[in-house]
């Protein structure tokens, strides 16, 4: 089947434009990016296409953009099932516009072995609409004890290694597994956190924390973690991405090491984008992650790394909580929000504020990680896979998270005013997304 787009606003976050055109789409892939005004019936004589074959879609001068690549989405099998499965996070996936999830170890057990990884990878080809990546675990069982056949587990289909929220305290565990880990060319992802300073932490410390007498960290936790995996990544060469960088005391620390020529990059949540840690007014759990919400002057530091480069890749870090966790004292309750649907129109609150620009926040959630893990996908261009997500950026609409897909609903953008609605999704140029 050969699909053409017409009347599109189309997001280049490769070229950084933003402009009207079209576009072919051919056998699941980009064919031809075309100019405005390209007419379908002299497109296809020209190109020698049967019209009977051909499916035009109009845009109505819409968004259409790479589908979001969203790093770090926790789906709960196996374990916690009744939380999210590949079926709820793969249709959550396609309503936000995200084509491809690439999913945490951190389940129960952890997917630490071939064997688990293939029972996860087999789920998700038989129920999930979109592409699931899988991560594997740099230690087994998150221990940081000892380190997973990382080049069996490569074989596999792992795209990268994390040990997510649990730091490998054992520095020499840690720099065994970044050689290793090197030598089979395997992506390592870290969690930069001294994780004596955050053990218990619900909030950062500051005026906010001392009034709501809440268990704080400092933001140094943060610098601190990421300035020993600096060190060691100077000792290994490893190939390193930070998952969250969310306070401005690290940023110094990550500008020395890209511009020293270590393999890093690094990535922020959209909630310590879009929020600050006075949004969790009297004690919001929905509002509780980790690491907990910054200052405000924290959020608009890292907004301004994002726009320079400094930070390459916005995630989502679904993490999905049952309302038994949720509904507790603040300090009890389990850090984590769903995001998969709301990735997208969070993030356009950051372009409708005039702080980042569509190609820019695209490039953040495209473009760059799919450079990072190897991908063909996250480009407006020939050759490349048609994921692919039509939006309308101005749409409004009131958050429901009764409405959301995923099982869980702990969002903490539910009943707030937001802007941007997904129209369709595509991934290999078959819809698996369509709003009524």
């Known amino acids: 089947m050969t699909l053409l787009f017409t009347n599109a606003r189309l997001i280049n976050p490769e070229a950084g434009t933003d402009q009207m055109g079209a576009l072919l789409v051919k056998n699941g892939r980009i064919t031809e990016v075309l100019s405005e005004g390209a007419q379908p019936e002299q497109l296809f004589r020209a190109r020698n296409i049967e019209p009977a074959s051909a499916s035009v879609v109009d845009c109505g001068g819409k968004c259409l953009a790479p589908g979001l690549i969203d790093i770090g989405v926790k789906i709960c099998e196996p374990g916690e099932r009744h939380k999210e499965s590949y079926k709820s996070a793969g249709l959550a996936a396609a309503a936000g516009g995200v084509t491809t ?29 979109v592409n699931v990546l ?43 597994a970044l050689t290793y880990a090197k030598s089979c060319g ?72 890209k511009n020293n020529g270590l393999d890093i990059t690094a990535g922020t949540s959209i909630h310590h984008l879009t929020l600050n840690e006075l949004d969790v007014a009297d004690y919001r759990t929905f509002f509780k992650v980790k690491p907990p919400l910054r200052s405000e002057e924290d959020r608009l530091a890292v907004v301004e790394a994002v726009r320079t480069g400094l930070i390459d890749i916005i995630s989502s870090m679904h993490t999905p909580q049952d309302e038994e966790s949720k509904r507790l004292p603040f300090e009890e309750a389990a850090a984590g929000a769903v995001a998969l649907e709301t990735l997208l ?50 749409a409004p609409f009131v958050m429901d998270r009764f409405k959301l897909h995923s099982k869980s609903q702990n969002t903490p953008f539910d009943t707030q005013r937001m802007q941007g609605k997904v129209l369709a999704t595509y991934v290999s140029g078959e819809p698996v997304f369509r709003r009524d």
């Open 101 to 129: 999830i690439v999913t945490r170890p951190d389940t129960t057990p952890a997917i630490d072995s071939p064997e688990t990884l293939e029972f996860v990878t087999r789920r998700a080809q038989a129920d999930a609409p």
């Open 134 to 176: 899988p991560m594997a675990a740099l230690t087994k069982g998150r221990e940081g004890r000892e380190m997973t056949e990382i080049g069996f587990l490569l074989d596999a289909g792992a795209v990268a290694f994390t040990d997510c929220d649990h730091v490998v305290t054992n520095t020499k565990v840690f720099s065994r």
């Open 186 to 257: 395997a992506l390592v992802i870290a969690h930069p956190q001294e994780p004596g300073l955050s053990a218990g932490a619900a909030a950062t410390s500051g005026k906010f924390a001392a009034l709501r007498g809440l268990p704080s960290v400092s933001p140094m936790a943060e610098r601190m973690g990421l300035d020993r995996d600096i060190a060691l990544l100077e000792m290994t060469g490893a190939k390193y991405h930070a998952d969250q960088i969310t306070t401005a005391r690290a940023l110094p620390a990550l500008e020395r090491a």
């Open 345 to 394: 129109p969070a993030a356009l609150r950051l372009y409708h504020a005039e702080l980042l620009d569509l190609p820019t926040l695209f490039r953040a959630m495209t473009y760059n990680p799919a450079q990072r893990l190897g991908l063909a996908s996250g480009r407006i261009a020939a050759g490349a896979p048609a994921d692919l997500v039509l939006f309308d950026p101005d």
